[in-house]
């Protein structure tokens, strides 16, 4: 897919990628990315998910929703096993994290939200995929980040590691949902319009990627070679 070979090309990949960088510096974006991750789960609930319908295709989108509802514990459990869970007043932490330096994240999911509201079951599906295709991007790098983390450091890291590129990964293997939408016949109009789903989702990831580099890179300091 053309999207997700340009989205794979940005700088933030190309500094989690940056041997020359020390693990735990690459992985400094954490903390930044807490406001999306947490809401993750509620989008996939309470947004794409309706049980309510007959749809087929909904349905379909329905088992995705119980497949990646839960993830948010294990980031929290790698936030603690790279030490981020430290005493914190609640006013320092709700000002950070309502703070403009968290703003991407923030949105991130109500704008993805605005997307999915009012979309087909067919559209929804479209822009499950184009999520997941920005995840594995993410969490190929990360993982090797983690494996070099595990043999140097004994840390085994659930969320960034393999353990969850594994499921995500999983998805696209055996999905019935990305068989299926590659069968749908689309009129012009609904293809294109699908397309414009596509580009708008990896947009949105763009950002947020951005926003997480910035974030790595105030945190652990500015690399020449990033």
Not at 20 to 26: L, N, Y
Not at 40 to 59: A, I, M
Not at 133 to 156: C, K, M, P, S, Y
């Amino acid at each position: 897919m053309a999207s997700k070979r340009a989205y794979s090309t940005l700088p933030f990949f190309r500094f989690l990628e940056d041997e020359s960088v020390p693990a735990r510096r690459r992985l400094g974006f954490m903390p930044c990315m807490a406001p999306f991750i947490m809401d993750f789960g509620d989008l996939n609930k309470y947004v794409l998910r309706d049980e309510s319908s007959d749809d087929p295709h909904q349905h379909l989108v329905n088992l995705h929703t119980y497949e990646d509802d839960h993830h948010w514990p294990w980031y929290l459990e790698d936030l603690d096993r790279l030490g981020y869970d430290t005493p914190q007043p609640p006013a320092e932490l709700l000002g950070s994290l309502y703070s403009d330096r968290h703003k991407v994240n923030r949105m991130l999911a109500s704008r993805l939200a605005h997307l999915i509201f009012g979309a087909t079951p067919v559209e929804r599906m479209v822009i499950i995929e184009a999520i997941e295709e920005t995840g594995n991007v993410l969490f190929e790098r990360t993982a090797a980040i983690a494996r070099q983390l595990e043999r140097d450091e004994g840390i085994e890291l659930r969320y960034l590691g393999d353990f969850h590129l594994a499921l995500e990964s999983g998805h696209a293997r055996d999905g019935d949902d990305h068989r299926t939408l590659a069968a749908i016949e689309l009129r012009d109009d609904e293809r294109l319009r699908c397309d414009w789903l596509n580009a708008s989702v990896f947009a949105l990831f763009t950002d947020w990627v951005a926003e997480l580099h910035d974030y790595a890179l105030t945190e652990a300091g500015t690399y020449a070679s990033c």
